[in-house]
């Protein structure tokens, strides 16, 4: 199960962080700190593994991958595949590519909504939902519509948004 | 998500800020802007609500704490629209748990979605539920969601979430499947076409087999035939061909549940399945593209885990070797970390060992590689692959590693260098010189266990003996040694120091001066092991020598005084000995051999392996009888006898002593006396003294109640005592127990200090309320980690300390408030459980905080109008109580008073006529009484000025009866004295004592140490 999925910038500033197991914020903090603190003491061209017991318990193992200013980390526990992990990862900023055409922090930054939607078309519950960018873009898309075609009939009555949402 | 534009405004003034102080002052405008808004504006527009979810959210992300607005959130779910109902429940399901109240207010909202017919509706609410559902989803909405699942009509998109969302409910309670003929339904899915809900399903089957795989016994040949239609690639659309390999997740996670069947019996599915295992292992190659080849290898690391537990032959299982023997060669990194973690997973399956070594050059120059991870992989990998015949080059390498490796690595290496040391040693010398190098190169890292394990193996063989004390005397002419090795040393040269007699430099005057020489540099837990070192040296001393004998009496008279009790006790004892001859002799004589038992090095080892996992390979390492650990175990080629077995020596069929190591296996409840109740005990008072036989011999002697053969099992229970680490090792500086009555009466001041770490205490208390600022500062240049503070609060007081940080750095200062209320009169006291880690010291206090009845008084003079007709009003007990108090502190008149006002208790001069008599007032403020008058008439008798009579009035009983006592423990204990104690403490519960542990009754009884300790 994969226990949370985070993004910060070289900085640590957190960008986006979700937990699959309920964890109150102090300690999401204090995870992404010590993630954090671990990440930026490591050098290029080392493997994207990361010994993080200490953190996150026995049996949880991280990968992370580095682009740009960004670090892209998912946490999860001994029944994923290591590797498979750090696919999804690559999924997961393809996708970003494709949304934004060439991502960068600051489309992270102020599409906050968008990357939920994003993240929740591919990580659900702690497991892999879609691993697919092509799939995941169309579910995106369609949530995209409806929210403009929500947004634009605003002023007609509801039951005729009702209907549309149908 | 589109056009917010309050959103992104806010997200760039956060961008905006300069530090973080802007930030939180942004964060909390906007806070209280949407705290504002919620609560005034009745009718939100759907907009403006949206606006500020997704604001809170943000700044949940930013990690602030967002305690108000769920409701608003929770309410969202229900709107009609999509964009509002979209972050409503986004934002439930991160800022919620799935125990909040206002969850199951939602719960028809979410039915209602998912029974209903908007696909995107229905999306929404199952990614709530498999977000944050719990047992009352799981109870109402599981039939709901199973139909989804196998419902026809539905688009994929609702049918994968629906799997997934069912597999949280089946987490939550296992009864969500439990259906006649799911099992059937599942396998039925599993001949699903599109491949986004084929995966979600298989993740859904993996948790149902891992649960009960029996059931599910028809899904087996099903995920060998989607491995097949993947390895085959038929019918593999575009989109799940990622960089030209048909879905690795989904053959990952198909392989994975197979890992749960215990075995394939069905033999044309097993063919089938080994056809595929074998197309995967010979067809990857390491290519150019990473994510290709992250994706293959991703893909071939589970078939290597499926092979290995299939037990496949050896045939196949030489090809695997093989393969990871190449891939911890490979450059790209990932996969040499792979590769390393899979070959020690290999290490439990038999018959590879012999292949596995055959990498043993490439798996030590891993040990050098730049990539911590990857180092820490191949220490794993060597510790596991150590035998007796490659034990030598594998722990000498380590050994070499050690004076380089981080330091975060370094305990760690040193505990499985000594371990298999231990296991493994060729002979005993080897073994000692390796613990010795080992404490000469990381002394620091070296725990107590590893030195105590050695001085075990010394004395129990003869043979050793001299051998060790050779080297012992070598290390001490190193200009610096540490500490740790000046321990061993002292120790093993005070018993086998004599066996040197007739070498050069190895007199006992010599040893003496050698060793005497490092004395003014030890800490005080070295102290006594040097005490006893010389008391053996003198002993040993045949003829005489009446010149060395001056020179130890002259040590031990100057430590006779020490403050320390422990060495005072024995710089006493051993004078007092050595002057007795004969006697002297037999208490000091060497000490016996230790009963035989498990390695507490060995068995640490063991707990830490021992954790729990659900893994299916280290599920099947359970069933297998045999691990890395045990495989490994010395069985002696040629017939010897295993070379570290020790001959038993006493009791093994005592049953006590059976009895004693048998709770030693089972945790920390080992002492020197059974009835000893806490371990902290043990480090405190006898950690110095663990290793030594003397003061239990010399007790005999003076106190009698030990029998002779308790004497050596008394010492071999402390001597390898388990203690994860040294507590309470630090010296503190100044009394602890002044500090706090110091702080009773003002308002700022230390309440603590050692050598590492002061903590100051500034207070302000304005009615029931308090606010007190601890601020800790770390007086060292290393940073002090592992920082802990916790409050345990008395019944009556509310109290919250701000999180104080895990680490202080180098001489830093880091502050942290704690309010107070008190709620009812009490004086109970309540306590800061405080602790850090300085190197391998956990240094542990327990400090009462100074939030005394009499903060919550505030001084007030009545005049006689005022005073007598509330006197009278209170009639008589409870709420007015007299009491004859004797024993007093002899005070005299004005200076009793000055007492009174220190406290708040404001004495109201000549409303008594009698001039040996006081009436005093104050306000009592708390939660329950409110401000609440409360006076006091003190009758002295001149004649007797230890003893008085009290009268103590107020509108409540329990405020009369506790300020009456608190008056009463004021006048009878001496606050600013320079003994001062725990204050006696009447009827109620003793506060929690400071850091220096007055030790048990218990072992008040039996330990004269601990009894002189408790005197003191």
């Known amino acids: 199960m994969i226990k949370a999925v985070m993004m910060m910038n070289t900085q640590g500033k957190p960008r986006l962080a979700k937990f699959y197991d309920y964890t109150p914020v102090e300690k999401q903090q204090e995870l992404i700190r010590g993630v954090f603190s671990v990440l930026c003491s490591r050098p290029e061209n080392v493997s994207n593994f990361l010994e993080i017991d200490s953190l996150f318990g026995p049996d949880s193992r991280l990968v992370y991958k580095h682009y740009a200013t960004l670090y892209f980390v998912l946490v999860f526990d001994g029944s994923e595949n290591e590797l498979a992990m750090l696919d999804l990862i690559q999924v997961l900023v393809e996708t970003l590519d494709k949304c934004f055409s060439n991502v960068c922090e600051l489309d992270i930054v102020f599409n906050y909504s968008k990357m939920h939607a994003v993240l929740d078309e591919i990580v659900f519950g702690g497991q892999v939902l879609e691993t697919s960018s092509a799939e995941v873009m169309k579910a995106v898309e369609e949530i995209s519509k409806l929210e403009a075609a929500s947004n634009s009939i605003s002023l007609v009555p509801k039951s005729v948004s009702g209907w549309r949402g149908r | ?1016």
């Open chain 2, 1 to 1016: 998500m589109s056009g917010m534009r309050g959103l992104s405004v806010f997200i760039s003034d956060i961008r905006n800020c300069q530090n973080k102080e802007a930030e939180r002052l942004r964060v909390d405008k906007e806070l209280g802007n949407i705290r504002t808004c919620f609560k005034n504006e009745k009718v939100l527009t759907p907009y403006k609500k949206k606006k500020y979810v997704w604001k809170m959210l943000y700044i949940h992300m930013l990690g602030y704490d967002v305690d108000f607005g769920h409701m608003e959130a929770v309410s969202l779910i229900s709107a009609p629209k999509y964009p509002e109902k979209q972050v409503g429940y986004i934002v439930t399901s991160c800022l919620l748990n799935e125990n909040h109240d206002f969850l199951r207010l939602a719960i028809n909202t979410v039915r209602n979605d998912i029974i209903g017919r908007n696909e995107t509706f229905q999306c929404l609410a199952l990614t709530l539920v498999g977000n944050i559902g719990g047992r009352d989803f799981s109870e109402s909405l599981a039939p709901d969601v199973q139909k989804l699942l196998i419902s026809s009509s539905c688009r994929p998109l609702v049918r994968k979430k629906a799997a997934l969302c069912l597999l949280r409910l089946f987490r939550k309670n296992p009864d969500a499947v439990n259906v006649d003929g799911w099992a059937d339904r599942m396998a039925q899915l599993l001949d699903e076409r599109d491949l986004g809900v084929l995966t979600s399903s298989t993740s859904l089957l993996v948790a149902l087999v891992s649960n009960n795989h029996e059931a599910y016994s028809s899904c087996l040949p099903k995920c060998v035939k989607i491995l097949e239609r993947l390895a085959r690639n038929q019918d593999v659309p575009q989109e799940y061909t990622y960089y030209g390999i048909p879905s690795p997740w989904l053959q990952v996670k198909a392989m994975r549940a197979l890992q749960y069947f215990p075995t394939i019996e069905d033999p044309s599915t097993r063919k089938a399945l080994f056809e595929v295992l074998q197309r995967i292992l010979m067809g990857t190659d390491v290519v150019k593209n990473v994510n290709k080849n992250n994706a293959s290898h991703a893909v071939l690391f589970e078939a290597l885990s499926l092979v290995m537990h299939l037990d496949a032959e050896k045939e196949m299982m030489s090809q695997c070797v093989a393969l990871l023997g190449k891939f911890i060669s490979v450059r790209e990194p990932n996969i040499r970390y792979l590769g390393l973690e899979n070959m020690t997973r290999m290490l439990m399956v038999t018959d590879v060992q012999d292949i596995i070594k055959k990498h043993q050059s490439q798996i030590i120059t891993s040990l050098k590689d730049p990539d911590i991870s990857i180092r820490r992989r191949a220490l794993d990998l060597l510790y596991g692959m150590c035998d007796v015949s490659n034990a030598k080059d594998i722990v000498e390498e380590l050994l070499q590693y050690l004076s380089t490796a981080e330091f975060s690595m370094r305990e760690e290496l040193s505990l499985k260098a000594a371990i298999l040391a231990e296991k493994f040693a060729p002979d005993l010398s080897w073994y000692v010189d390796v613990i010795l190098q080992l404490i000469d190169k990381a002394g620091d890292f070296v725990s107590d266990d590893i030195w105590f394990r050695v001085v075990q193996f010394v004395t129990n063989n003869e043979d050793l003996q001299p051998y060790a004390a050779s080297k012992a005397r070598e290390y001490l002419d190193k200009i610096a040694i540490h500490e740790t090795m000046l321990k061993v040393s002292a120790y093993i040269l005070g018993e086998y120091g004599h066996l040197l007699a007739r070498q050069p430099g190895c007199s006992a005057s010599e040893l003496f001066s050698i060793l005497h020489e490092k004395l003014p540099t030890v800490s005080t837990p070295t102290i006594p092991i040097l005490l006893s070192t010389y008391a053996k040296l003198l002993m040993h001393t045949q003829p005489p020598d009446p010149e060395l004998q001056k020179k130890i009496w002259a040590v031990f008279k100057k430590y006779e005084s020490c403050i320390d009790v422990e060495i005072q006790q024995r710089a006493v004892e051993y004078f007092e000995l050595s002057k007795k001859g004969a006697a002297f002799m037999d208490v000091l004589a060497e000490m016996p051999k230790f009963p035989e038992r498990q390695s507490s090095l060995i068995r640490k080892a063991e707990d830490v392996e021992d954790t729990a996992d659900q893994s299916a390979i280290k599920l099947r390492a359970q069933q297998q009888p045999s691990n890395a650990l045990v495989l490994a175990d010395p069985q002696p080629v040629d017939g010897a006898p295993p070379p570290l077995k020790v001959p038993i020596v006493s009791g093994s069929t005592n049953p006590e002593s059976v009895a004693r190591s048998v709770s030693q296996a089972y945790g920390t409840l080992s002492s020197i006396d059974p009835q000893t109740p806490s371990p902290d005990l043990l480090s405190d008072l006898l950690g110095p003294l663990a290793i030594e036989a003397a003061p239990g011999a010399v007790s005999t002697e003076q106190h009698g109640p030990i029998g002779a053969e308790g004497v050596p099992e008394e010492v071999d229970g402390s001597a390898i005592v388990p203690v994860e680490e040294q507590t309470n090792s630090v010296e503190l500086i100044g009394n602890i127990a002044e500090r706090f009555h110091a702080l009773c009466l003002k308002d700022s001041g230390v309440l603590y200090e050692d050598p590492h770490i002061q903590i100051g205490i500034k207070a302000e208390w304005r009615g029931q309320h308090g606010r007190l600022v601890l601020f800790m500062g770390n007086k060292n240049t290393s940073p002090l980690t592992s920082v802990q503070a916790l409050i345990l609060p008395p019944a009556h007081l509310k109290l919250d300390l701000s999180p104080v940080p895990d680490t202080i750095p180098p001489r830093a200062q880091v502050q942290s408030p704690l309010e107070v209320m008190n709620i009812r009169p009490s004086r109970d006291v309540a306590v800061l459980d405080f602790s850090y880690k300085f190197g391998t010291n956990m240094v542990n206090a327990k400090l009462r905080i100074p939030a005394t009845l009499n903060k919550f008084l505030q001084p007030l003079q009545l005049t006689s109008e005022e005073f007598f007709p509330q006197w009278r009003a209170l009639s008589g007990p409870p709420l007015k109580l007299q009491e004859v108090v004797r024993g007093v502190r002899p005070l005299a008149l004005p200076e009793m008073a000055n007492l009174f006002n220190s406290f708040h208790v404001t004495i109201c001069p000549g409303l008594d006529p009698n001039p040996n008599n006081l009436v005093a007032s104050t306000t009592f403020y708390s939660e329950s009484t409110g401000a609440m008058l409360c006076l006091a008439r003190i009758e002295t008798d001149p004649a007797d000025r230890t003893q008085l009579r009290m009268t103590v009035g107020s509108g409540d009983p329990a405020l009369t009866f506790e300020l009456k006592e608190f008056i009463k423990e004021q006048l009878i204990t001496i606050p600013m004295g320079s003994r001062a104690l725990v204050p006696a403490a009447g009827p109620g519960p003793a506060p929690a004592p400071p850091v220096a542990q007055p030790p048990s009754p218990a072992a008040l009884a039996d330990d004269p140490g601990a009894l002189l300790a408790g005197l003191l």
